[in-house]
């Protein structure tokens, strides 16, 4: 197998299509907002690309018994009354800095290829504590891009996120601006301890007002609640651990 293999599954027209990617990173909020999207436009996408790496975890995904390499994939979406989009998905990013150049450039040449101008990288910027108030931090390609993002309640802050943007999600802003694409991440605050499908509502609820279409959030709610309840035994059993380590009248007796 090639350093990168890319299948073209099928073909498809789009009009003035959008790329959003959506991989694992911080509190799996780009995952979570790529499949959720995926999900709901379901009816009118297309499986167009499926991208194949050695950079990629060396593993099988199986089910019902059946195999398929690790590969991220391209889905084309017709989308009524609104841009078009190339949603990219994936279980994985690559293992090394050279993977992740790799994997972008080849991900900007099939944007390319279908026409696309502008993309958009979801993800999660970690706030380290649990949150209730799920903000949307943003980062651009050029500051001419500020305006509308600001209108629909983007935050763009003073270094932040601490660090910069690392991985796919970073470089599209990067080799993509170098490129000629308009480019935007879009990060959901998070504690970055936990799956959080709350960030993921709140991201693709500014993508939905940018880009102008509607998404039904029922499925991604339910994984809000279930993932609610185990926020909630972890606080239990941490003011259990809490109480247990406060001293009683006879270990103050004993220590004085």
């Given at each position: 197998?090639?350093?990168?293999?890319?299948?073209?599954?099928?073909?498809?027209?789009?009009?003035?299509?959008?790329?959003?990617?959506?991989?694992?990173?911080?509190?799996?909020?780009?995952?979570?907002?790529?499949?959720?999207?995926?999900?709901?436009?379901?009816?009118?996408?297309?499986?167009?690309?499926?991208?194949?790496?050695?950079?990629?975890?060396?593993?099988?995904?199986?089910?019902?018994?059946?195999?398929?390499?690790?590969?991220?994939?391209?889905?084309?979406?017709?989308?009524?009354?609104?841009?078009?989009?190339?949603?990219?998905?994936?279980?994985?990013?690559?293992?090394?800095?050279?993977?992740?150049?790799?994997?972008?450039?080849?991900?900007?040449?099939?944007?390319?290829?279908?026409?696309a101008s502008e993309l958009f990288?979801?993800?999660?910027?970690?706030?380290?504590?649990?949150?209730?108030?799920?903000?949307?931090?943003?980062?651009?390609?050029?500051?001419?891009?500020?305006?509308?993002?600001?209108?629909?309640?983007?935050?763009?802050?003073?270094?932040?996120?601490?660090?910069g943007i690392v991985g796919v999600?970073?470089?599209?802003?990067?080799?993509?601006?170098?490129?000629?694409?308009?480019?935007?991440?879009?990060?959901?605050?998070?504690?970055?301890?936990?799956?959080?499908?709350?960030?993921?509502?709140?991201?693709?609820?500014?993508?939905?007002?940018?880009?102008?279409?509607?998404?039904?959030y029922e499925s991604l709610d339910?994984?809000?609640?279930?993932?609610?309840?185990?926020?909630?035994?972890?606080?239990?059993?941490?003011?259990?651990?809490?109480?247990?380590?406060?001293?009683?009248?006879?270990?103050?007796?004993?220590?004085?």
């Open positions: 197998m090639d350093e990168l293999e890319i299948d073209a599954v099928a073909e498809a027209e789009l009009d003035d299509p959008v790329l959003v990617e959506g991989l694992p990173g911080v509190g799996h909020v780009g995952k979570l907002a790529g499949d959720h999207l995926l999900e709901e436009l379901a009816g009118d996408s297309t499986l167009v690309r499926r991208l194949y790496s050695r950079e990629f975890p060396p593993k099988v995904s199986v089910e019902d018994g059946v195999s398929e390499l690790t590969c991220a994939e391209i889905h084309a979406v017709s989308v009524e009354d609104g841009r078009d989009l190339l949603v990219l998905t994936g279980d994985h990013q690559a293992q090394s800095n050279t993977g992740h150049y790799v994997l972008t450039d080849a991900i900007l040449d099939i944007a390319e290829e279908f026409g990288a979801l993800g999660g910027v970690p706030t380290g504590e649990l949150i209730e108030e799920y903000a949307v931090v943003g980062a651009v390609s050029d500051e001419s891009m500020c305006e509308p993002f600001e209108e629909v309640g983007v935050e763009f802050r003073e270094d932040e996120p601490a660090g999600s970073g470089l599209l802003l990067g080799l993509g601006e170098r490129r000629g694409f308009e480019a935007a991440c879009l990060m959901g605050e998070t504690s970055g301890y936990l799956v959080d499908p709350k960030s993921a509502r709140a991201v693709l609820e500014v993508l939905e007002e940018l880009l102008e279409f509607e998404l039904d339910d994984r809000a609640e279930e993932m609610e309840e185990v926020v909630g035994k972890i606080q239990e059993m941490e003011q259990q651990q809490q109480q247990q380590q406060v001293p009683t009248d006879d270990d103050l007796r004993y220590i004085g």
